[in-house]
Nanobody
Framework: QVQLVESGGGLVQTGGSLRLSCTAS????????MGWFRRAPGKERELVAEIRWSTGSTYYRNSVKGRFTISRDNAKNTVNLQMNSLLPEDTAVYYC????????????WGQGTQVTVSS
């Protein structure tokens, strides 16, 4: 079992920044991809960014490239999502997730944190 606890989020104006953090416990993460998903009202959940814990390699969806940065802190077992130049379309509930390397979908999820970008 992997437990994920998120922090951060909130309300920000267009062009502002927020930082989300997710602290994992329960298992070593070397075999996992850690990701941030989001779900906006009336839309499907989508993968925003992902990082392979063992190598640090990253993936970003096109709409956030150049604005968001995913990173990991091995000492704190934490994955962060720095979000800059936020847009109203970034408004969503953001979820931290852990996906073991040989699985297509995450097996563990955080509780979600609301990000609201006002225009």
């Amino acid at each position: 079992q992997v437990q994920l606890v998120e922090s951060g989020g909130g309300l920000v104006q267009t062009g502002g920044s927020l930082r989300l953090s997710c602290t994992a416990s329960g298992r070593a993460l070397n075999s996992y991809f850690m990701g941030w998903f989001r779900r906006a009202p009336g839309k499907e959940r989508e993968l925003v960014a992902e990082i392979r814990w063992s190598t640090g390699s990253t993936y970003y969806r096109n709409s956030v490239k150049g604005r968001f940065t995913i990173s990991r802190d091995n000492a704190k077992n934490t994955v962060n999502l720095q979000m800059n130049s936020l847009l109203p379309e970034d408004t969503a509930v953001y979820y931290c997730a852990a996906r073991i390397f040989n699985m297509a979908t995450p097996g563990y999820w955080g509780q979600g944190t609301q990000v609201t970008v006002s225009s």
